[in-house]
């Protein structure tokens, strides 16, 4: 056999065995390696019991599942009760320690919703997006009244506590936010503490300049920026309350209606809220 021929066989032989095969083999392996994962969660709702319990159990899905490397919180809320405002901050700063966050605010993101949001690495803005809110409102309790067809041991025992009580509890609730405004902003701040706590709220550009933000730009940039802090290529994205089959509009009862059954804008149960409420008419109700 005339040398060149048995060459021109070992080269095909060695393109077969250096190349071929090692793609054949990459292959086979990438369709048996799971794909990375950004995880989405949405807070659209007012933030309640149940909302916020829907919250929180994505967040714990994120925190647990290997295969999401990032998140992305898509905000479009006005706030919700300062309780389970709360426990959604705490739990996404949980999972901050773990893996990259990324909020990107849509529409508002106001009082509580920005509260939570205080816990993202970063944060990005639709340009025409509100920002800020920051602070408390609360239904004083009624003046405490003698009943007499009802006996209580102590003059607050119907009435839970005095006013003045009420007042400071929802001072140290405001603290509590600001604190975290510092925490989570820290360094970027163009604005001083009191002045947050007037209880503004701002355009997105405006936001951005006082350093409430990190930058303006859409959902995918967010997702872009959560695939580089979390290393990743090649990832899908994966919306985690489908993951989670749960229902959505959870938040329709929050608010009181009127007296012809449109809703107030108002929350119906009397308590503590971090919540933007931009129709000022009336009161709680």
């Known amino acids: 056999m005339?040398?060149?021929?048995?060459?021109d066989r070992f080269g095909i032989s060695k393109l077969i065995l250096y190349i071929f095969i090692p793609c054949i083999l990459g292959m086979i392996l990438a369709a048996f390696i799971p794909q990375p994962i950004i995880g989405l969660i949405e807070l659209r709702d007012p933030i309640?019991?149940?909302?916020?319990?829907?919250?929180?159990?994505?967040?714990?899905?994120a925190y647990d599942n290997n295969h999401i490397k990032a998140v992305v919180l898509i905000i479009d809320c006005p706030g919700g009760t300062v309780n389970?405002?709360?426990?959604?901050f705490l739990e996404l700063n949980r999972l901050r320690e773990r893996k990259p966050v990324i909020a990107i605010v849509q529409g508002l993101s106001a009082s509580g919703a920005y509260y939570i949001s205080m816990a993202a690495d970063e944060i990005i803005s639709n340009?025409?997006?509100m920002i800020g809110n920051v602070g408390v409102i609360g239904q004083l309790p009624a003046v405490p009244i003698i009943l007499e067809e009802i006996y209580s041991t102590g003059p607050y025992k119907l009435w839970g506590q005095a006013r003045d009580t009420y007042v400071r509890q929802i001072e140290i609730m405001k603290e509590d936010f600001l604190q975290a405004v510092e925490f989570g902003r820290g360094e970027n701040l163009a604005i001083t503490l009191e002045e947050i706590s007037r209880g503004e709220i701002y355009s997105a550009n405006e936001g951005l300049k006082l350093g409430l933000i990190d930058a303006l730009g859409a959902q995918s940039n967010a997702i872009e920026l959560a695939a580089q802090?979390?290393?990743?290529?090649?990832?899908?994205t994966v919306h985690l309350d489908e993951e989670l089959n749960q229902e959505n509009n959870m938040g329709s009862s929050f608010f009181a209606l009127d007296e012809n059954?449109?809703?107030t804008g108002y929350?119906?149960?009397?308590?503590f809220?971090?919540?933007?409420?931009p129709d000022i008419k009336g009161g709680l109700r």
Not at 49 to 56: Q, V
Not at 229 to 236: L, M, N, P, Q, V
């Open 2 to 7: 005339p040398s060149n021929q048995s060459d």
């Open 48 to 61: 309640d019991n149940k909302s916020g319990r829907a919250l929180t159990e994505q967040i714990q899905y």
């Open 84 to 88: 389970d405002t709360e426990l959604g």
């Open 127 to 129: 340009p025409s997006a």
């Open 229 to 236: 802090k979390a290393h990743i290529a090649h990832y899908r």
């Open 261 to 263: 059954g449109e809703i």
């Open 267 to 271: 929350p119906k149960e009397p308590g």
């Open 273 to 277: 809220y971090y919540l933007y409420i």
